[in-house]
């Protein structure tokens, strides 16, 4: 990658892409459920998909705040497209901190897409706790890996997994695998067909007796929860958050496209002139530009270290995903009866928004780890 490539804005790379493809296909991603590829065939040419790759091997070497901006642009017109750079970003961590830099650097080009496997039928939001199996099989270095996944994003579509199981043999609740997508075995049991994000493929995994090289392992035997706390809860918390509150930032938009351009006719008003409507609005408003303030505060935290850096981790998710709750509640409140119509885009901006709340660690699990946090309890 030359020096001008470097140097540049990954903003400024992705705003023709929001433009031309990101935006004209968030209906039909969204009402058709349709995976994004062509999208993520556009990032993947602008280097995108390798945003926090290493330049080591070719990637842009951009840090979690970058991420976290691109992701936010990106929910502001698509959350499913979104969710789906989130995941895989959180995936490219584990696999950057490690990987086999083959993999690394397909990442890096564009040529792989990864995401993480970590939700599971018996363990529900308790994601750190996996139920799925590893068991090494022979002497040859072959291990067989069992499990039921509740959900992964882009299943069927993603290149790889970031996948966790119980240890094979060492303490510690679990180990972390780079799972190869076309393994034989494993199986994505149903298409996707949720009430939001509707594009981003989050479907159940099956995994019945496949087998991987014991050099898949990401770490050590028994550190997949080190793993799962120092890299991936950071990463994800703080990329969901910037999705919710694109998602916001896109509710308030559509609302004050809506009040500013429909009218009392006998009046020759517009909804924008009553004062409750404003107010409705300037609420939203305030709540997505708190939840940034928190966002933009986390990523200080975790880049300067400080005292307080897992505690924002922990809040942000929670405070973004709830707020955005409320933010398109109030966007579906303005614009009244029309909010009902797809045309005016907060409905689907109201659906997706639910996601935040329940994806694990739920925000009712984070309320948990926060207030554990307050009193001084251990979270775990």
């Not at 989130?86 to 650097?105: D, K, L, N, P, S």
């Not at 509740?150 to 180990?175: C, F, H, I, N, Q």
């Not at 996601?355 to 699990?365: G, L």
Request: proline share 4%.
């Amino acid at each position: 990658m030359n020096e001008t490539t470097v140097q540049i804005n990954p903003l400024e790379l992705l705003e023709p892409i929001v433009r031309d493809e990101i935006a004209p296909n968030a209906i039909e991603v969204d009402q058709n459920g349709t995976f994004p590829r062509a999208t993520l065939n556009a990032l993947a040419d602008a280097g995108l998909l390798g945003l926090v790759s290493s330049r080591e091997v070719g990637g842009m070497g951009q840090t979690l705040r970058a991420a976290a901006l691109v992701v936010e642009r990106i929910a502001q017109e698509c959350a499913s497209t979104a969710m789906i750079v989130c995941m895989h970003y959180a995936a490219t961590a584990v696999v950057e901190a490690h990987g086999a830099r083959e993999v690394r650097e397909q990442i890096a080009a564009g040529k792989h897409l990864s995401t993480l496997a970590f939700s599971e039928v018996g363990s529900r939001s308790h994601f750190w706790a996996p139920v799925s199996t590893a068991i090494e099989i022979s002497n040859n270095g072959h291990v067989r890996l069992d499990a039921k996944k509740s959900w992964a994003t882009s299943a069927g579509y993603a290149d790889s997994y970031v996948w966790s199981s119980k240890p094979l043999r060492a303490e510690g609740a679990s180990t972390i695998w780079l799972v190869p997508a076309r393994a034989p075995g494993l199986n994505v049991p149903a298409a996707f067909n949720g009430l939001g994000l509707r594009g981003n493929a989050s479907s159940p995994i099956i995994a019945n007796e496949v087998i991987v090289e014991k050099a898949a392992m990401l770490g050590g035997d028994g550190d997949g929860f080190n793993i799962m706390m120092g890299i991936v809860l950071p990463n994800f918390s703080v990329m969901n958050a910037a999705m919710s509150i694109g998602t916001m930032h896109a509710a308030t938009t559509n609302a004050a496209a809506h009040v500013t351009g429909t009218k009392y006719e006998h009046l020759n008003s517009a909804l924008a002139d009553l004062p409750t409507i404003r107010a409705y609005l300037a609420r939203a408003r305030v709540k997505s530009d708190l939840a940034r303030g928190l966002l933009l505060d986390t990523l200080d935290a975790l880049e300067t270290n400080r005292a307080d850096a897992m505690l924002r981790v922990l809040e942000v998710k929670a405070a973004a995903g709830e707020s955005a709750l409320e933010v398109t509640d109030l966007a579906m409140r303005v614009c009244g009866g029309a909010a009902f119509r797809k045309e005016v885009g907060v409905e689907r901006n109201f659906r997706d928004a639910r996601a935040a709340n329940v994806m694990a660690p739920t925000t009712d699990v984070l309320y948990d780890f926060i207030g554990k946090a307050v009193c001084g309890m251990p979270l775990f």
